[in-house]
Each structure stands twice: as structure tokens, then as C-alpha cells.
């Protein structure tokens, strides 16, 4: 058992956490007229507001403190020194190579890898180009209309919520389309309007091996043989047309020249590389199809900003290393078990899935990097949607219930279009919200607005309790210029790094995936017992086998 609350610095914070309970929000704004100013950060035209916080500038120096015992920094420098940090998998964690635009080499066991990083990105570029500019065409000798990207979790997540997040950005490329889910409703649907002489696939899997993407990955090429028969007249066709419409995104040459896919038309990216640190590989080339090459290269540019600002700021100014404290506080001396993110742009949309296998696939360990049981919570749960939809849905709870959920707005100052009413009715709604959070409705101010209503005595007792709003619900907003490919990639950079600072302060893991092994050994155990006809199914625990049998006896029906 590892333990962190027998540590002075712990429990000199647990002390503190008693006094910051007796205080509120708007205590803390009422004590410090320059609170903004104190607890904000900048880092080009972004804008970290962290002063609606639960905290003190003794909290933060408490906080550093058990950063600097905690050794957070060491172990950052040794990421990038590229030693093996992932000890489970006995693998260096070298993401910051792939966005290194500083011209420093980077290493893994004395190797510089940058050279093979340079290589792989003029790959991409030469093959985006082609594809973009029409130079590469399908069999028929028609430009690519669409690309439909076959991945999973890091394999899709990261690109897709990318793409999503440039679409203004995308208005001269091809349509770019995510095929994730086993489910066959998801290929079916993407393919339903797709012509096969103008569509391109890419098979993305670091190991290639994920048996969803596998399957996913044969019904496309199936659909795309069967769509273009008429155009094949031998074996040799169905090489070169395989070869023109089918490229992949991997580690593993051997699987993906066994998948029949050539080595020339295969994206490399390196086991230094975790699936959900990927999408600034070669996995991100659905990114670089989509808006284009140059952008791509200026995303990697945002977050190299990141990169170095997390390596060379001191811990007081650092800012992944302030939210990853800040999660800290909230998950072990508050009682938090969720965070919700909160975009107030609807480019974002896919923001809130990217982050939960960011930080959930993480930080969601119970033994520590030796090995042993913890005692303290880890990794939070992640959710969120953006706003202001999520305000006539799942608010209720921020504002009025039992919970405390830290939560993350974002925003930007500029957007993409020139529809002025509707951006103030978003910057609107989201300022309120966190000011709502915070500083809440006392009982005098509630009860003082519902009797100007001219309400009776007894209507405003009953009513009362329902209008209090207990405020101090903390939150960070994330405020930018506009959401160019440059402050994406900051914005991402940054969320990587505090999730790895909090990792480190917990010692833990934040880069193997252990987890979601057993799944996957007992699907391929319950697979076999799927086919029609099958006998009743007697081996499970008794719950598994009722399913079993339920399903089957429907699936033997015509
Ligand atoms: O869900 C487990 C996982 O291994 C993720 O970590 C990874 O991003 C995903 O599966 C896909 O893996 P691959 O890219 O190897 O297909």
C-alpha cells in the first residue's frame, strides 16, 4: 500500500483544506480585489482564469510544495529525455518529439529520433498534397472526394475531434469520416452515400491487431472490391486498386503487409508514441487531408508553445503543473469525482470524448508505478458536452445538487462566423454560468427577489429553499483569441501535461492501459458462443449465459 496521507505535506494540506471549507467564493473575491490578476495565467492568446477556485495563494504554495516532494519535474525531465517512464511497458513516453519545432534532437536509448520524425512528416505531407491537390487519384483516375478514417480509441478520437475542431478550415479538401464502433451500423451508415472510385481509406492502428478496426477494416475493403467490380479484370487490378484507395496508420508493418496494404503506402509512428498521445503521428493524417498539411505543421507548432513552456517555467508560473494540482486538491482533499468540460464552441464538440480517454485511460490506476495498492482517489471521471446545450440538460447539478464538480469553460473571443447576436449570447452564457457557479444566490437575495414578485409569506417560505443557490462550485476558464490550429494545438498540449502532472503526483502509470485487457480476453472467449444454431450456453456465470442464450434464441430467428 502506498500511502501519500502520512506524508507532513499531505496533512498540512488536509489542516488547510479545514480553513478553506470555512470560507466561500465570494469571501475569497471580497479579500483580494486583484484576485483575477493573481490567479490567471497567459501563455500567447490564451487565458487561464483559474481565481474561481477554492483556493489561497497558500494553497498553491502548499500544492508546489507536494509537487517538489513529489518530484513531479524530475520525472518531466526524464520523459524528455526520453527515458523508459512507461515501466509497465517498459517504453519511453516521446510524444513532445513529434511537435519538437526547436531543431533540439530528442532521444530514445541514444537515438536521436527526430530524423525518422522529419521523415514521416514529409510523408504526410507529400501524400496529403497529392490527395488535395488531385495529383493522386483513385482507380478511375477521379480526384478523392472522401477519406473514411478506420481507427479506435487514440486511433480516432484524437483526429476526429481535430477535424471536427478546424472544419472551418476544411472547405477545400475532401470530406473526412470516422469509422470507430464494431458496430456495423457505423460503416454501413458512413459508406451509404460514398462513391468507391472517390474514396480513399485509411486503416489507422498503432498495433494493428484491434479486432474492431480489423473487422471494420475488411467489410470496407469487401465494399469497396464488390463497389468497383466492374473495373476489375484480374488480381493484378485488385492490387493496384487496393493500393490507391487503402493506406495505413501503424507500428506494425508486418500485420498491415499481411492485410495486403503495401509498405509504401503504410504511415509509420514509433511504440514511444501511446495510442492517446498519437494524433500528432502519422495517426493525425485524416488532420492534414482535411485542412491541409500547413496546418497540421501549425497545430504541431501550438503545441510545441505548450511543450516548452511546461519544460522551462518554474513550478509557481507553470501552468499544466497549476490545473494538475488544481485536480489534485479537488479528487483528494475535496471529495470531487468528476470534472466537467465545458466548451462554449461548438467546434469542440468532441472535446469532452478526447479528454475522458486522455485522462481516464491515464489516471484511472488503483496501484502505483511499483506496483501498489494506493490509498488515495487517482484520475477523476470525465464528462462533459458543450454549451449552452448542456445548460438546459445537465446544469441543474452543477448549480443545485449534492455534488462538487469542478468544471473547465472554454471559450473564444473570435469566431468563425459573422453572426455577432449569437456570439454574445454564447460569451454571455458562459461568463454567467461561472460567475453563477461561484458566487451562487444567498437566502437574503433570493428571498429579496421573490418578494418584489409581491409573492405572500408563506409562497416565499415554501419557495425559498428551491431558489438558494449554495455557490463556491469552482471552475477554470479557458479563454483564447480564436480557435486557429496554432491555439488547438496549445489547448491540447496543455490538457496532455496536466494530466501527466497529475500522474506523477500520484505515482502512478499515466501510460499503460492494463485495464482494458480482460474485455477483450473474455469477448474472445464469448465470440465462438455467438453462432447461430449454437447449443445453450452453460459455461458463464449465470447472468452471461441467460444473455447469451436470450440473444441467441432471437438471432436463430429469420
Ligand atoms: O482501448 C485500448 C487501446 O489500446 C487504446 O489505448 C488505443 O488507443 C486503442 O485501443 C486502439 O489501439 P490501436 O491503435 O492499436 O488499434
Excluded at 495510442?275 to 485542412?291: D, K, Q
Aim: hydrophobic share 40%; with cysteine.
Amino acid at each position: 500500500m502506498t500511502t501519500l496521507r502520512g506524508l507532513d505535506i499531505w496533512q498540512r494540506l488536509e489542516t488547510h483544506r479545514d480553513d478553506i471549507q470555512r470560507t466561500d467564493l465570494r469571501g475569497l473575491f471580497r479579500q483580494d480585489a486583484e484576485r483575477f490578476e493573481h490567479f490567471s495565467g497567459r501563455l500567447g492568446d490564451l487565458l487561464i482564469d483559474y481565481s474561481k477556485h477554492l483556493i489561497t495563494k497558500e494553497t498553491l504554495r502548499l500544492l508546489r510544495e507536494l509537487a517538489r516532494q513529489r518530484q513531479v519535474e524530475a520525472l518531466r525531465d526524464r520523459m524528455l529525455a526520453g527515458d523508459r517512464v512507461n515501466v509497465t511497458e517498459n517504453r519511453a513516453v516521446l510524444h513532445v518529439a513529434l511537435r519538437n519545432r526547436s531543431g533540439r534532437s530528442m532521444s530514445v536509448d541514444g537515438r536521436d529520433v527526430m530524423p525518422e520524425v522529419a521523415i514521416a512528416l514529409e510523408h504526410m505531407r507529400q501524400f496529403s498534397e497529392a490527395i488535395r491537390t488531385g495529383a493522386a487519384t483513385g482507380f478511375s483516375g477521379l480526384r478523392m472526394t472522401d477519406v473514411v478514417n478506420i481507427g479506435i480509441g487514440g486511433s480516432d478520437l484524437g483526429p476526429a475531434m481535430v477535424t471536427e475542431a478546424l472544419r472551418p478550415y476544411a472547405q477545400e479538401g475532401p470530406r473526412v469520416h470516422f469509422v470507430s464502433n464494431v458496430d456495423g451500423a457505423h460503416l454501413t451508415e458512413t459508406l451509404r452515400d460514398l462513391n468507391a472510385a472517390t474514396t480513399l481509406f485509411i486503416i489507422a492502428s498503432k498495433t494493428f491487431t484491434t479486432e474492431e478496426t480489423m473487422i471494420n477494416a475488411r467489410s470496407a475493403r469487401e465494399w469497396f472490391l464488390s463497389a468497383s467490380k466492374d473495373s476489375l479484370h484480374g488480381a493484378a487490378d485488385t492490387t493496384t486498386h487496393i493500393a490507391r484507395h487503402f493506406v495505413a496508420v501503424s507500428t506494425n508493418e508486418r500485420e498491415v503487409r499481411q492485410f495486403g496494404i503495401d509498405a509504401a503506402n503504410m504511415f509509420v509512428f514509433w511504440d514511444w508514441v501511446g495510442g492517446r498521445y498519437s494524433l500528432w503521428s502519422s495517426i493525425g493524417l485524416p488532420i492534414a487531408l482535411a485542412v491541409g498539411f500547413e496546418r497540421f505543421v501549425q497545430l504541431l507548432e501550438g503545441a510545441h508553445r505548450m511543450d516548452e513552456h511546461f519544460r522551462t517555467a518554474p513550478i509557481e508560473d507553470n501552468l499544466p503543473v497549476t490545473l494538475g494540482l488544481l485536480g489534485v486538491w479537488y479528487g483528494d482533499f475535496l471529495g470531487a469525482d468528476s470534472h466537467a468540460v465545458l466548451p462554449y464552441v461548438q467546434y469542440l464538440e468532441r472535446l469532452p470524448a478526447f479528454l475522458q480517454q486522455l485522462d481516464m485511460e491515464s489516471n484511472g490506476k488503483r496501484v502505483d508505478r511499483e506496483g501498489h495498492r494506493v490509498d488515495y482517489p487517482t484520475g477523476p471521471i470525465v464528462w462533459g458536452a458543450p454549451g449552452t446545450n448542456g445548460q438546459h440538460a445537465f446544469y441543474q447539478l452543477l448549480h443545485q445538487g449534492t455534488r462538487l464538480v469542478p468544471c473547465d469553460f472554454l471559450v473564444g473571443a473570435q469566431p468563425h462566423h459573422a453572426m455577432a447576436e449569437h456570439h454574445e449570447s454564447l460569451l454571455a452564457n458562459c461568463f454567467a454560468q461561472s460567475a453563477a457557479l461561484a458566487f451562487g444566490k444567498t437566502e437574503a437575495e433570493a428571498r429579496a427577489e421573490l418578494e418584489s414578485q409581491g409573492l405572500a409569506a408563506d409562497a416565499v417560505a415554501r419557495l425559498l429553499p428551491h431558489k438558494v443557490f449554495p455557490g463556491s462550485r469552482p471552475s477554470t476558464t479557458i479563454a483564447y483569441r480564436h480557435l486557429d490550429p496554432t491555439t488547438l494545438g496549445t489547448l491540447l498540449a496543455l490538457y496532455e501535461h496536466k494530466v501527466f502532472v497529475m500522474g506523477a503526483l500520484w505515482n502512478i502509470n499515466s501510460f499503460d492501459q492494463w485495464g482494458v485487457e480482460l474485455g477483450k480476453q473474455l469477448a474472445r472467449r464469448i465470440r465462438p458462443q455467438l453462432e447461430r444454431g449454437a447449443a445453450p450456453v452453460t459455461s458463464h456465470d449465470g447472468s452471461t449465459n441467460g444473455l447469451l442464450n436470450f440473444v441467441n434464441a432471437f438471432r436463430a430467428l429469420p
